[in-house]
């Protein structure tokens, strides 16, 4: 059975960093590219940026997070990461991660996992 396990996130000042973790249980992580994708209050849902299974090669990033932000994966850890630099108040949102690549991420919620809050505030 799927599982994904979120973590990392927290309140931070703007120009600061957090990297958030996803840890995978259930089929196996190396075959199946990942997604990030956030969730500001009162908001739907933003594709952040995904990475394939493959070799790691990032697939993209949102406009709005690329030069900030920088996807990686631990393939032998199960482990899925998002390094997130010079955060603004506008990347508060609670933060998941998904199985699959964008167009498969964002058209199923059920392959999410429950996220991880991220709050960026002076």
């Known amino acids: 059975q799927l599982k994904l396990v979120e973590s990392g996130g927290g309140v931070v000042q703007p120009g600061g960093s957090l990297r958030l973790s996803c840890t995978y249980s259930g089929l196996a992580f190396s075959n199946i590219d990942m997604t990030w994708i956030r969730q500001a209050p009162g908001k739907g849902p933003e594709w952040v940026s995904s990475i394939s299974y493959r070799n790691g090669d990032v697939l993209d990033y949102a406009d709005s997070v690329k030069g900030r932000f920088i996807i990686s994966r631990d393939n032998a850890e199960n482990t899925l990461f998002l390094q997130m630099n010079n955060l603004k108040p506008e990347d508060t949102a609670r933060y998941h991660c998904?199985?699959?690549?964008?167009?498969?991420?964002?058209?199923?919620?059920?392959?999410w996992g429950q996220g991880t809050q991220v709050t960026v505030s002076s």
């Open positions: 998904a199985r699959g690549s964008r167009v498969v991420a964002t058209s199923h919620t059920e392959l």
